[in-house]
Structure formats: C-alpha cells, structure tokens
T-cell receptor, first 114, second 114 residues
Framework: EPEVTQTPSHQVTQMGQEVILRCVPISNHLYFYWYRQILGQKVEFLVSFYNNEISEKSEIFDDQFSVERPDGSNFTLKIRSTKLEDSAMYFC????????????FGPGTRLTVT | GNSVTQMEGPVTLSEEAFLTINCTYTATGYPSLFWYVQYPGEGLQLLLKATKADDKGSNKGFEATYRKETTSFHLEKGSVQVSDSAVYFCALKKVTGGGNKLTFGTGTQLKVEL
C-alpha cells in the first residue's frame, strides 16, 4: 500500500541553525500538509500546499518557515533559524484531493532543538 | 475558532472490555469529523469518519456517531484487544477555500492488557 515517508526520523539541532525536514507524499496526491505536535500538546496544522503554492497557513507558520516541492516527489519544510520552542514531532500528510478526501500521514520527524 | 476536546489518557483496559473515548467539538457550520489512530512508531491513520449529523462511522469494530445536538463524536468499541493499544486522535475539518486543514484533539493513549 502506498505510504507517506519522512526523513530523518529524529533530528537534533542547535538553536539558530537551519533544518530541512523531508517528506515523500503518495505519488498521485495533489495536496500536501505539515502538522506538528509539541510533546503533550495537540497536533497543530502548519501549512497546506497545492499546485506549487501555499493554500493555507496557520499563525505558527511565520517567516521562519517555508515549504517547497523541489523535484516533483519531495515536499520539504524548512525552518530558517530554529528556536527551542520548535522542538516537536513534525508530521507530513498528503491527500488526493480536497474536501472529505483522506489525509495520509507519515510517521513523523522528531525535531529536538538544544 | 474551531477546537476539539478529548478525554485525557492514558486509558487502561483489560482485553474484551468496552471502550469509550469522549470527544466534543466547537465549530461553526457543519464540519466533518474523524478519528485517527497512531500505533507506536507509525504515522496517523484514519480510523473512521462522519461527514454530517447522525452519520455513524465504523471500522475494525470501532464506531462513532456524529451528534450535532451535543457536538460530540465519541469513539466506542465493544470488545478491545491488545492490538488496539495506540493513541487515538479526534479531529474535525472544515473546507475553507481549499485549505482543508484538520483540527485535532490532544490524543488519548489506550493501553489494553491481557
């Protein structure tokens, strides 16, 4: 069964460093998403992406964050200058279309900022 | 804004016990409602969904009914198994201009013991 994959599974970085989290969505899907979950808190929406542009973003997704689909298969989340409070599990998801179509999630990348 | 409230875990049950995980929501209009499950080391998987009032979603013995009058979507299973041990997330989605973001609860960890 097709699945969303994410790399790395765990990333440790120092405060102020740039990180790139990578995701490979399911191949025929057109909508892509990033969510995050700070330990003990809710899973929060960050951004959705369709047709090579951001279609919606949350208040969390400020200028420090960016997303890209560089090569037609990968979908990346970049954090330009990490803060301690960026430590979280980051989930990538994709869906075939909008509306009630299921979002398929990857296993997550645990980001630890020290 | 939209929000989802779930009962806190962990919930510990013996095998074959009855399961209820409470979920209530706040939203304008008519959201779609979902239960996702996360097994250890894996991504979030859609367990079931309901898209309108009084719909019942069901899958793998789990059920949840969309109750608009009580703004609830409680998850139930008549007889749990050890293999049901996981974290369960309630979520809602409102389609807004193509964003399709999911709003999640905090998740409820279920442990089923022999």
């Amino acid at each position: 069964e097709p699945e969303v994959t994410q790399t790395p599974s765990h990333q440790v970085t120092q405060m102020g460093q740039e990180v790139i989290l990578r995701c490979v969505p399911i191949s025929n899907h057109l909508y892509f998403y990033w969510y995050r979950q700070i330990l003990g808190q809710k899973v929060e929406f960050l951004v959705s992406f369709y047709n090579n542009e951001i279609s919606e973003k949350s208040e969390i997704f400020d200028d420090q964050f960016s997303v890209e689909r560089p090569d037609g298969s990968n979908f990346t989340l970049k954090i330009r200058s990490t803060k301690l409070e960026d430590s979280a599990m980051y989930f990538c998801a994709s869906s075939e279309s909008s509306g009630t179509y299921e979002q398929y999630f990857g296993p997550g990348t645990r980001l630890t900022v020290t | 804004g939209n929000s989802v409230t779930q009962m806190e875990g962990p919930v510990t049950l013996s095998e074959e016990a009855f399961l209820t995980i409470n979920c209530t929501y706040t939203a304008t209009g008519y959201p779609s409602l979902f239960w996702y499950v996360q097994y250890p080391g894996e991504g979030l998987q859609l367990l079931l969904k309901a898209t309108k009032a009084d719909d019942k979603g069901s899958n793998k013995g789990f059920e949840a009914t969309y109750r608009k009058e009580t703004t609830s979507f409680h998850l139930e299973k008549g007889s749990v198994q050890v293999s049901d041990s996981a974290v369960y997330f309630c979520a809602l989605k409102k389609v807004t201009g193509g964003g399709n973001k999911l709003t999640f609860g905090t998740g409820t960890q279920l442990k089923v013991e022999l």
